[in-house]
């Protein structure tokens, strides 16, 4: 079977990471307000269900539209936000976190694109991508560059209430190391990052799109991120994948589907099997604003025993 690329879009050691860390960046995201208390959803027993939403042409909101026939919990538990960026700053050769405007709306408009989510209860997350620039995870030189670009992260999540950050080193066609004269990847970069993250990040999600130099290097000088994540997935859409990640089979989804594009008896066979194996995580891309209740029941049947339900 040939693979779709996903995107079809434009501990001493550790103890001592941890310690510079925590001393490099002062505050964590814990503090982090949602601006209303998250109300319970009702009881779903079955995986954890996960929307990617492209928010250069789809609504968060679409994420909160979805509701079980059995029982009104919510179908999706995770909405990522599709996609912020790495940039690369040629002036002082550092690598920033950028918005476009559509991502940048999304933040800026938090009360009405994000609390809506979380107020159901539905975790907010904002996935990160390369883009074309040579900056990616992978390649930060030093510690402290590593460090500081965890910290734009971590600010990030403070300032809009996020739930947390989803890192996706997808390619070279995204991140494209090398360019602007920067680095190709190295071993110790994204174990700084992730490292930098979680000590200052404790009670938020950090997810992996397992993809990608960065997915591939986990462990330096006898610190292992791996533990380090809340959630794992497969990249490919339409496939089953499991994560090459040591994490609880609770974490993992090896199944990964495209609303729309994936055929409904593929989506129902991959939640069946998530089921049928004790996987803990369901991944879909690409929701959009439409009527996609056909879609979604095709594996919610399999997942938690009810059709879907679309209110607009």
Do not use: C
């Amino acid at each position: 079977m040939k693979f779709t690329p996903v995107r079809s879009r434009v501990r001493t050691a550790a103890l001592a990471l941890s310690a510079v860390a925590a001393l490099t960046f002062g505050t964590t995201a814990t503090a982090a307000t949602t601006g209303a208390a998250a109300a319970p959803a009702p009881a779903k027993q079955g995986p954890t269900s996960v929307a990617y939403i492209e928010v250069n042409n789809n609504s968060m909101l679409n994420a909160g539209k979805y509701t079980l026939a059995d029982g009104g919990g919510n179908v999706f538990d995770v909405a990522v936000i599709f996609a912020a960026n790495i940039n690369y700053d040629t002036g002082t050769k550092s690598a920033y976190l950028h918005f476009n405007e559509n991502v940048q709306r999304v933040l800026d408009n938090a009360a009405t694109q994000i609390r809506p989510l979380q107020q159901k209860g539905i975790k907010v997350v904002l996935s990160v991508l390369g883009n074309h620039q040579g900056a990616g995870f992978a390649n930060f030189p030093s510690q402290q560059a590593a460090s500081a670009f965890a910290k734009q992260l971590l600010d990030a999540v403070a300032e809009y209430g996020l739930d947390g950050i989803d890192f996706d080193d997808e390619y070279a066609e995204y991140a494209e190391y090398g360019n602007n004269g920067t680095a190709q990847p190295n071993d110790s970069s994204f174990v700084h990052l992730v490292t930098a993250l979680r000590a200052n990040m404790p009670d938020k999600i950090i997810s992996l799109y397992n993809i990608g130099p960065a997915a591939s290097r986990l462990s330096y000088g006898g610190v292992d991120v791996s533990t380090d994540f809340d959630y794992a997935w497969n990249p490919y859409y339409g496939t089953w994948q499991v994560p090459g990640i040591a994490l609880p089979k609770s974490k993992l989804s090896p199944a990964a589907v495209e609303i729309g594009r994936t055929p409904q008896s593929t989506s129902a066979d991959l939640a069946r099997r998530t089921v049928d194996e004790g996987y803990g995580v369901y991944l879909t891309y690409n929701l959009d604003g439409g009527d996609r209740s056909s879609d979604v029941s095709a594996f919610t049947r399999e997942l938690y025993g009810s059709e879907a339900v679309h209110t607009p």
